[in-house]
């Protein structure tokens, strides 16, 4: 599955805990990423300081759903889920 530009949803539902420019102390879940520009596309993409765990994340219909809605819904779940 490809990527739906214009998505974000990896950008806003999870939590990541690793340092991305802007967020030294990485970003909680449900929050967006300053780095997520208006159209919803990464700032960082493809380069070195975009974080290693946002550089493995790979669409799948499991985790994105359908639309954007369903993905935040979908990786939000998980998110709950997973949470310590």
Do not use: H, Y
Request: with cysteine.
């Amino acid at each position: 599955m490809q990527c739906r530009a214009g998505c974000g949803a990896c950008c806003v539902a999870p939590s990541i805990s690793s340092p991305i420019p802007g967020m030294p102390n990485g970003k909680p879940a449900g929050v967006r990423c300053v780095q997520l520009d208006e159209q919803n596309l990464c700032r960082l993409f493809g380069q070195p300081e975009r974080p290693a765990v946002c550089a493995a994340f790979e669409a799948d219909r499991e985790v994105c759903g359908e639309s954007t809605e369903e993905a935040i819904r979908i990786l939000g779940e998980w998110e709950r889920i997973t949470a310590a």
